[in-house]
């Protein structure tokens, strides 16, 4: 288990610049890795279509899941932006979390975004709640 | 040859941290049966008390989502790949 988020700036710049392109709506996709560090930036459709919600099409996550398996890559993390409020799970954030794996906030209610990461840990993956541990972000040159 | 499966982050404590295991073809209700007596504790992660798939988990065979085939009854065959991928959602 990683206790550490890293990503490049150009791959963080992508990832904020595709939660802007997202606007009003929430944005949302997923990060390849390789030895602990982000190497791709997955930008996927939010099936919610929502300001306040964001949900995968498990078709495109499949896809992802595909293009990771291709690469030798891990799942880095999931991410997704906050338009309004701050980088910090929501309720909502937590009892849907089912991943094991960072889940990386975007919040554009400041400029330049703020990038927050966090581990939620669950007694069972099903559980409505869980523990937010958050893990520091480290954005290389 | 055999039939792969994609275990997802989340249940990977049960599979000794692997990222895919091997099993035998047949249905996808058979397959679950097989990591659960590899891997007790695996079926209760998948299907609910009733038997039935777990609304927050979706099962691939290959690129078709079971859920729009035979379900539970679909079958997995030699060289298939069964992915289990749990809904990822939020606020």
């Known amino acids: 288990m990683s206790d550490e988020f890293r990503i490049s700036s150009d791959l963080a710049e992508e990832m904020v610049q595709h939660c802007k392109e997202g606007r009003p709506n929430e944005a949302c996709g997923m990060l390849g890795?390789?030895?602990?560090?982000?190497?791709?930036?997955?930008?996927?459709?939010?099936?919610?279509?929502?300001?306040?919600?964001?949900?995968?099409?498990?078709?495109?996550?499949?896809?992802?899941?595909?293009?990771?398996?291709?690469?030798g890559w891990?799942?880095?993390?999931?991410?997704?932006?906050?338009?309004?409020?701050?980088?910090?799970?929501?309720?909502?954030?937590?009892r849907l979390a089912s991943e094991d794996v960072p889940y990386v906030i975007v919040s554009l209610a400041t400029e330049p975004a703020e990038i927050?990461?966090?581990?939620?840990?669950?007694?069972?993956?099903?559980?409505?709640?869980?523990?937010?541990?958050?893990?520091p972000v480290t954005i290389l040159g | 040859m055999s039939v792969a499966v994609r275990i997802p982050t989340v249940f990977r404590?049960?599979?000794?941290?692997?990222?895919?295991?091997?099993?035998?073809?047949?249905?996808?209700?058979?397959?679950?049966?097989?990591?659960?007596?590899?891997?007790p504790g695996f079926r209760g992660q998948v299907l609910t008390d009733d038997g039935s798939l777990h609304r927050f988990i979706n099962v691939y065979v290959n690129d078709e989502d079971i859920r729009y085939i035979q379900k539970l009854d679909t079958e997995a065959s030699e060289g298939d790949t069964v992915s289990l991928l749990p809904s990822v959602a939020g606020g």
């Open chain 2, 13 to 39: 404590k049960y599979t000794q941290g692997e990222s895919q295991v091997r099993v035998d073809p047949g249905t996808i209700g058979e397959l679950i049966g097989q990591l659960e007596h590899r891997y």
């Open chain 1, 74 to 94: 891990d799942l880095g993390g999931v991410f997704h932006s906050h338009t309004h409020t701050e980088a910090y799970p929501s309720p909502t954030d937590v």
């Open chain 1, 116 to 135: 927050r990461a966090f581990r939620i840990i669950k007694s069972e993956w099903g559980a409505e709640d869980g523990e937010i541990l958050e893990i």
């Open chain 1, 33 to 71: 890795a390789k030895a602990g560090e982000t190497v791709k930036v997955f930008r996927m459709a939010n099936a919610a279509r929502s300001p306040v919600r964001y949900s995968l099409e498990p078709s495109e996550q499949l896809s992802v899941y595909n293009a990771l398996d291709e690469q």
